[in-house]
């Protein structure tokens, strides 16, 4: 939820009543018990040995001089906006940091408020590789947990819980929300599906977020109040079982024993790995650099092992920076989703520009550089014996799909056929007579039920007025109205048309066009020496391809293509087409509202393209006047 930076507005102080008011709806919320002051009671004033528990509590949820603010922050595969309110506090010899954060009128903990306050919810565990997943931004998975069955009865579904690692079961590293009734689950061998929606973590910016602090604060190694026991009966017993010199094991849990409890329990945590799901959310700027460095030695890796009798495997030097971005980086990008698609620019890394990344990869000693002319840096040579090209280890890439695919994003790379490069396109508009102008075709002997194009429709016309004897005998271009006419074409609604039945007559071609105004549109798509008759026109007005630019996150332009099927089309190859030429991330999902029989998909292109992609279709044979660009940063339709 928070791997992106929230936007927080200004800080303002809590008043002392909206304090006590929020703690204590706090304290209803999470079902807390409050406490008494012993020395209080022992006076006999039990009163106040409530206020005061009532008091300290308070004060452990929410500090006095806390401080509230809004914040937003986009999250998901859609980048929906969220936004909320963050309550920040500072403990005792600590510095402020955020200690709540309203969502959708629920109220959630961040670790530093678990760290001080045990056992405010439901703890469950995990391994330690999983946890490391879901501070990267991943929700747990049934098979991921630990330490159970039983599992806290408290742990059901929709309620808040904490998440911690096994081997550091008593500090709370992840908070979220349960997906399903955990505390009812009897086993968890063979369970899938997804059993906790990360909501914070240890790692996360408001984590990060803290002031006069750059880093957020260090979790403890151990806190006393959080027992790895899933119920507190759980923890007497194993205060009883230590006693006695037993194994303090809960019941169910993961024995470390021996060699082939082990065994089963990497094969487990290997299972509870594969069924992780991360949450589509935006990258960090080291996970982008990390990303393109690793895109590189991807594409060194393929030519060293393609092109093995090659002197320079496959490579000719020298290499534009342009070619570095388009050939060697964005085919091998990991790029699954919109949001990594989103993320993974050049722009986006520390680097900046092309250029200054070449330049780290020499200073790497994998590549031997130069400045041309104008500011351009090229490859001169590559060290395929470089030790981070010999430790490369390859991995997954989305797959090329034949045929245009919803959710997938585009990976190039390789040669695609796209036979829509060299293609001839004509568009023809037809129209089909309404029953109401029957008359008029009979007269020639033709049938409303056929399709006409606008120039055929003149000699049916030109055929009824004279064999009605139309035509004014004072001006050939006229045309007398009939009670035919009158009614079939000139209805009465409109002032122009109550004007013309008042006169009587009608210019020629202006009642030409309007007969055609008054048929059905038909439309259709010739591609190469296709006719008429070889396609089946579709009723509509024609199609268009809509290029649209519009802002996200602030200041991000993108550009978004639809409608390309129409026009024989590949949008996966145009897709792939765009990612080269605009040096850019794309993808391609389905258009929303597209029905899932005929989809219509469109292509998101990262920043303000609509030359490229204008450019792109014209080698496709599409018009321009075929083709509309709205631009919504501007809020006009050009």
Not at 72 to 97: C, F, H, N, W
Not at 153 to 175: F, G, H, N, T, Y
Not at 270 to 290: F, N, P, Q
Request: one cysteine or more; glycine letters at 8%; aromatic letters at 6%.
């Amino acid at each position: 939820m928070f791997r992106k930076k929230p936007h927080i507005k200004p800080l303002s102080p809590l008043r002392s009543s909206d304090r006590r008011k929020i703690a204590d709806q706090i304290i209803v919320d999470f079902h807390l018990n409050v406490g008494t002051n012993e020395s209080a009671e022992g006076d006999g004033d039990g009163q106040a040995a409530v206020g005061t528990g009532l008091g300290a509590l308070r004060s452990s949820l929410l500090p006095e001089n806390s401080l509230s603010a809004r914040f937003t922050t986009t999250a998901g595969p859609e980048l929906k906006q969220i936004s909320g309110m963050v309550y920040v506090g500072a403990y005792p010899d600590e510095v402020q940091r955020v200690l709540w954060v309203r969502l959708e009128e629920r109220m959630f903990p961040t670790v530093y408020t678990l760290w001080h306050n045990p056992r405010l919810v439901p703890l469950l565990h995990t391994p330690s590789i999983v946890l490391q997943k879901l501070r990267g931004g991943a929700d747990l998975m049934t098979p991921g947990l630990a330490a159970g069955p039983p599992f806290h009865r408290e742990a059901k579904k929709d309620s808040i819980v904490a998440i911690a690692s096994l081997e550091k079961p008593s500090v709370p590293m992840v908070v979220g929300v349960c997906e399903i009734e955990i505390s009812g689950l009897q086993k968890i061998q063979g369970e899938k599906g997804r059993a906790v929606r990360g909501v914070h973590w240890d790692g996360d910016e408001l984590w990060t977020w803290g002031t006069g602090e750059k880093t957020g604060g260090r979790a403890p190694e151990h806190i006393q109040g959080w027992s790895h026991a899933t119920e507190p009966q759980d923890a007497e017993r194993d205060l009883k079982a230590e006693a006695d010199g037993e194994d303090s094991q809960v019941d169910g849990g993961v024995p470390l024993g021996d060699e082939s409890s082990r065994a089963h329990n990497a094969e487990e945590i290997g299972k509870a790995l594969e069924g992780i799901e991360v949450e589509d959310r935006g990258l960090s700027t080291k996970e982008i650099d990390e990303a393109f460095r690793n895109a590189f030695l991807f594409a060194i890796h393929h030519h060293k092992t393609t092109n093995k009798g090659d002197a320079n495997h496959g490579l000719q030097y020298p290499i534009p920076q342009s070619l570095v971005i388009s050939n060697l980086i964005l085919p091998y990008l990991p790029i699954f989703t919109p949001a990594q698609a989103f993320s993974l620019q050049i722009k986006r890394t520390s680097w900046k520009s092309p250029r200054k990344f070449i330049k780290y990869l020499e200073k790497e000693k994998i590549v031997k550089s130069k400045d041309r002319n104008g500011g351009e840096t090229v490859i001169l040579d590559v060290d395929f014996e470089a030790r981070a090209i010999l430790e490369f280890v390859p991995y997954k890439l989305p797959k090329k799909e034949a045929e245009d695919g919803g959710g997938r994003a585009t990976s190039a790379g390789g040669k695609t056929e796209d036979g829509s490069v060299v293609q001839q396109l004509k568009m023809i508009i037809l129209y089909r007579p309404k029953e109401k102008l029957a008359p008029l075709f009979e007269a020639s002997n033709h049938s409303v039920k056929s399709l006409y194009f606008a120039s055929e429709l003149r000699p049916v016309i030109t055929a009824y007025t004279e064999s009605e004897e139309l035509i004014s005998a004072t001006n050939k271009r006229l045309i007398n109205l009939n009670p035919i006419l009158a009614n079939a074409v000139f209805d009465g609604q409109s002032s122009i048309d109550r004007e013309v039945i008042a006169k009587g007559n009608v210019p020629r071609d202006a009642l030409t066009d309007r007969v055609v105004h008054s048929c059905s549109p038909f439309w259709a798509i010739l591609r190469g020496d296709e006719t008429r008759d070889d396609v089946k026109p579709k009723a509509g007005s024609p199609p268009k391809i809509q290029i649209v630019l519009e802002t996200r996150s602030g200041n991000k332009t993108v550009t978004k293509v639809s409608g390309v099927e129409a026009f024989y089309i590949n949008s996966q190859h145009l897709a792939e087409e765009l990612q080269k030429t605009c040096a850019s991330s794309t993808s391609v999902n389905q258009f929303v509202g597209s029905s899932p029989k005929n989809p219509v998909m469109e292509i998101l292109v990262q920043g303000p393209q609509k030359e490229a992609v204008s450019k792109a279709l014209e080698r496709r044979a599409v018009k321009r006047q075929w083709i509309d660009i709205i631009d919504k940063t501007k809020g006009k339709k050009k």
